[in-house]
């Protein structure tokens, strides 16, 4: 490891060095050595011969020792050259750290770990500036390698359980907080351990019984509340087959309330609450049960105000990754209509599957097939049985403003229960497609900012469905909608949504053709 790296021996050769330089270096002279020096001193001649040799070898011996001394390997300097950054990059990352800027810390180290991985001061920064800057999942990664290549390294440890319990892996994280608490660590860090175990406790009792609730109150604007077709004369035309020269239709015909063009604002209420309770820890089956009420008012359109009543009650079974739902539903709804007995009150009753699989903590796929049955108080020939599957992606990307993407298809048939027509047959029976996706990024603290395109396709399994008896016409309807807004929470447990939604329908029946155009503000309150 570069952190413990050093070499042998180049400190023995610089002292060599050092001596021979000073003229230190120790030589013991032998008998020999001293007769010949008493030659020298009878015979000049070969004294001047040998304090030249003497001079020579005293001019070489610094050269010698020079190149005795081991020069690093180039593998050696790289090595040297790569621990300097480290030293510098561990520096500079802690004071990052101290000065409560983890996440500064995190994108200055998060480059670098293909290279650093496994260097204990390295992965240890890079697990706390990950934790601290809401990346736990990563944290984990990082402290792990911290205590596979020192177990013993408790703060580490204690972290690391930190992240767990970051993540909602209670179990995971009691484990580890039992682990270091076992160790016997200073008296404030096991009161702050144990504090952790209550709450970890506390999230497991509720975890077995939880109720939760909402009320929202909302304003906005709708440009089109009847979808209303823009030339509505052209649309009676081809609804009619054709059969009635425009001219004639023009005249005759006085538009009806239901197909005028309406643009007002509205009110909007609702509420709702949701109930779990596990029934089997081993087994993770848990009872579910909810109810939803919505309640619009449109200014000076009242025949479109309307009440909605959800309710739904369930079981599901929670297994590793995988989740499965089985839901039974009950939906009312009242609308006030321009004509008394032509309104659209409902009731509809439903069987709903759903599969959820993780892979990993930032994917998820989602399968769901649904049964129902909407029955028309009013109009029965309305009334069809539906089929509906649908598959979802989510995925969460890495970085400080945690983008995601949503994706959706789905499919449904809906088989008609009545005909329109007895002599034709013709009746609502259709098959719709569809697909969504949905965009959503946090560049601010506690602020989403969002953006979703549709598309769907609406065949009729019917001639004449929606079209007058004769007109052999399969009706088809390509809608586009494109929704962009904003989320914040400015306190906890509230948030202020604001959005804008346009809504292109096109049809090959112009009685249908329509655009629209709606935005509004709505603040809630969670329970």
Do not use: C
């Amino acid at each position: 490891m570069l952190l413990g790296m050093f070499f042998v021996g180049t400190v023995n050769a610089q002292e060599v060095t050092a001596k021979v330089v000073r003229g230190k270096q120790p030589v013991k002279k032998s008998k020999t050595v001293k007769k010949t020096n008493a030659k020298i001193a009878q015979q000049p001649a070969q004294a001047a011969k040998a304090k030249t040799q003497s001079a020579d070898v005293k001019q070489e011996a610094p050269k010698n020792a020079a190149a005795a001394v081991r020069q690093p390997t180039e593998a050696e300097m790289k090595k040297m050259v790569a621990y300097e950054f480290l030293r510098r990059l561990v520096y500079n990352a802690d004071l990052m750290i101290k000065s409560k800027k983890p996440a500064e810390a995190y994108a200055l180290l998060e480059p670098h770990e293909g290279t650093y991985s496994g260097e204990i001061p390295f992965d240890y920064l890079l697990g706390l500036a990950a934790l601290d800057s809401g990346k736990p999942d990563r944290a984990t990664i990082a402290f792990e390698r911290v205590l596979a290549v020192n177990p013993k390294f408790s703060g580490a440890r204690l972290d690391l359980a930190r992240a767990y319990f970051a993540m909602g892996s209670d179990d995971l994280a009691k484990k580890e907080f039992t682990t270091v608490l076992s160790q016997n660590p200073h008296e404030q860090t096991a009161a702050v351990i144990k504090k952790y175990i209550e709450l970890i406790d506390e999230r497991h009792q509720a975890k077995i019984q939880k109720v939760t609730a909402y009320l929202e109150a909302s304003v906005g604007y709708d440009d089109n509340i009847t979808a209303a077709t823009g030339d509505y004369y052209q649309g009676i035309y081809e609804y009619m087959g054709r059969t009635i020269p425009l001219p004639t239709l023009r005249t005759a015909l006085t538009i009806g309330d239901s197909s005028q063009h309406y643009s007002h604002m509205y009110e909007g209420v609702s509420g709702g609450v949701d109930f779990t309770r596990v029934v089997s820890e081993e087994n993770g089956v848990s009872l579910l049960a909810g109810a939803d009420v919505k309640h619009r008012v449109y200014d000076h359109v009242n025949a479109y105000n309307n009440t909605n009543l959800d309710l739904r009650v369930g079981v599901s079974v929670a297994s590793g990754v995988d989740n499965y739902k089985v839901t039974g539903t009950f939906g009312h709804y009242w609308q006030a209509g321009f004509t008394s007995g032509t309104t659209s009150n409902r009731e509809t009753i439903g069987l709903n599957t759903e599969w959820k699989h993780g892979f990993g903590a930032r994917d998820q796929m989602i399968w769901s097939l649904n049964f129902s049955q909407p029955h028309y108080i009013m109009t029965p020939t309305q009334d069809t049985r539906q089929v509906a599957l649908s598959g979802s992606w989510l995925h969460i990307f890495e970085g400080s403003t945690v983008p995601l993407i949503f994706a959706n298809a789905n499919r449904s048939v809906d088989r008609a229960v009545e005909v329109l027509n007895a002599g034709s047959g013709a009746n609502v029976g259709r098959t719709t497609t569809g697909v969504l996706a949905h965009f959503q990024f946090t560049p601010l603290t506690n602020t989403d900012f969002f953006m979703s395109g549709g598309l769907t396709v609406r065949h009729d399994d019917s001639v004449d469905g929606r079209t007058s008896a004769g007109s052999n016409i399969y009706a088809r309807d390509v809608t586009k909608t494109i929704t962009v807004g904003a989320t914040t929470r400015p306190w906890a447990k509230w948030s202020i949504k604001g959005s804008a939604t346009s809504t292109d329908n096109d049809s090959n029946v112009s009685l249908y053709k329509y655009r629209k155009l709606e935005g509004s503000v709505s603040l809630r309150r969670d329970f």
